[in-house]
Structures are given as structure tokens and as C-alpha cells.
């Protein structure tokens, strides 16, 4: 594994999603979720920019099995835009369950972004929705902050974690997952889908005690 010498000018940490429904106890709980709070909150200490990503839906969203009459969580059904796993309903806007994990440092945030706000469309990546076409915007806030590197960590592993990477690569930013800073829900072959398909991407992988500068 290879180690990164951070560059405080070029480099954002972008940490994914850890809120309350992702952790022991939530509505869509990863298995160790919250094993990831101090490995963020010491990921920081390394950067001069920070991103923090929630996910934000309205509730009765259409990805919550919920809202689809026979529906079952972790189903595949077929939406306008293409396949979609229905959850739980989880990190509904505004309750407990979509505030960030209490221990996990906010405070050094420049930008919270909120994604997975419209009513039907789910969107795992930070920088597009599920079909893959609406961009949330943050494309244009990292190209006019200077941003070329984008550091990642958080929940999941696996579906937002994976997407961001992917998203972030085919915006051309080089991007470095730090491993130890995300768990996975592991659905289906989807952790080792998603590690092949990153790896395939120039998605560059790393641990948290291997970062300088
Ligand atoms: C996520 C499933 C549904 C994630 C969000 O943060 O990985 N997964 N919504
Ligand atoms: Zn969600």
C-alpha cells in the first residue's frame, strides 16, 4: 500500500455519509460503522480542506422499500433510470437518524454537502444522482476552490464510497481511498464489484497512518 504526501493547497478530504442510520443502532446500520469516527477525525488533522457529504432524503423517498407496495429492503427494482436496491427508510431530512455521528468532528467542514434530496431519484455519489446525469454541483465547487486530489473515507464502502470514487475519477480528479476510514454494507458481491471497479478506475488505495505532510 502506498503512502501519500498531503498537499494542502490540491487536497480535500471528502468523508462520505457518517451519520447516525449507518451506525450500530441506525436504520441502515453497517456492520462497525462507527469504527470509522476516529479514523476520520484523525484523517483531518492532515488536511487543510474538508468535505462533508449527507445523505438527505425527503421522507416517503422513492430508494425506501417503503414507498413501493410489496417492496422488500435490499430488493432490486427497476426505476426510470435504471436498476435500484430499495433500503430501509433511513436518514430521513431533519431526523436524528440523518445527523452526523455525535463523535464525529464537524467543525473543520468547509462545505456539507446534502445529496439524495429528490423524491425520485437516490444518489450514492456526491457528484451525480443515480442516473447518472444529475450532478449535485460539487464538480464546480472543487474545480473553483483548486481542488485536483480527492482524498475518501466513510459509509459505504461499497455504494456511496464507490460511487463518489468512480464519479471523481471520470471528473478527472485523482482520487485516493483511505481503507481503513470506510466499512462496507456488503450486499451481494458488492464490495468486491466495488473494489475491482475502482481499482479499474485509477482509484488509488491507502491506510489512514499512511498519509505525511
Ligand atoms: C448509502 C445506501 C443508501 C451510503 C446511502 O451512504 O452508502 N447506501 N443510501
Ligand atoms: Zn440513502
Known amino acids: 500500500m502506498s503512502c501519500f504526501k498531503v498537499n494542502s493547497e490540491r487536497d ?10 449507518f451506525c450500530p443502532g441506525g436504520a441502515l446500520a453497517v456492520a462497525d460503522g462507527d469504527a470509522v469516527v476516529t479514523v476520520a477525525n ?4 492532515h488536511f487543510d480542506h474538508v468535505v462533508l457529504t449527507q445523505d438527505w432524503h425527503p421522507p416517503g423517498h422513492s430508494s425506501f422499500a417503503s414507498s413501493h407496495p410489496g417492496g422488500n429492503p435490499f430488493e432490486r427494482v427497476m426505476m426510470p ?13 431533519g431526523s436524528r437518524g440523518a445527523d452526523f455521528h455525535p463523535g464525529l468532528d464537524t467543525g473543520r467542514a468547509e462545505l456539507v454537502l446534502r445529496k439524495g ?15 447518472r446525469t444529475t450532478p449535485t454541483g460539487l464538480t464546480g465547487y472543487l474545480h473553483t476552490r483548486g481542488f485536483t486530489r480527492v482524498f475518501l473515507a466513510g459509509l459505504a464502502t461499497d455504494y456511496c464510497v464507490h460511487y463518489t470514487g468512480l464519479d471523481a475519477r471520470r471528473e478527472g480528479f485523482d482520487v485516493v481511498l483511505v481503507e481503513d476510514g470506510c466499512r462496507a454494507i456488503d450486499l451481494e458481491g458488492s464490495l468486491a464489484r466495488a473494489w475491482s471497479e475502482m481499482d479499474e478506475a485509477g482509484v488509488a488505495v491507502t491506510c489512514s497512518g499512511r498519509l505525511t505532510g
Open 12 to 21: 480535500v478530504l471528502i468523508i462520505v455519509d457518517v451519520q447516525n442510520d
Open 42 to 45: 484523525a484523517l483531518m488533522a
Open 81 to 93: 433510470y435504471g436498476h435500484q436496491t430499495l433500503w430501509p427508510d433511513h436518514c430521513v431530512q
Open 117 to 131: 434530496y429528490h423524491q425520485s431519484i437516490d444518489s450514492y455519489s456526491a457528484f451525480f444522482e443515480n442516473d
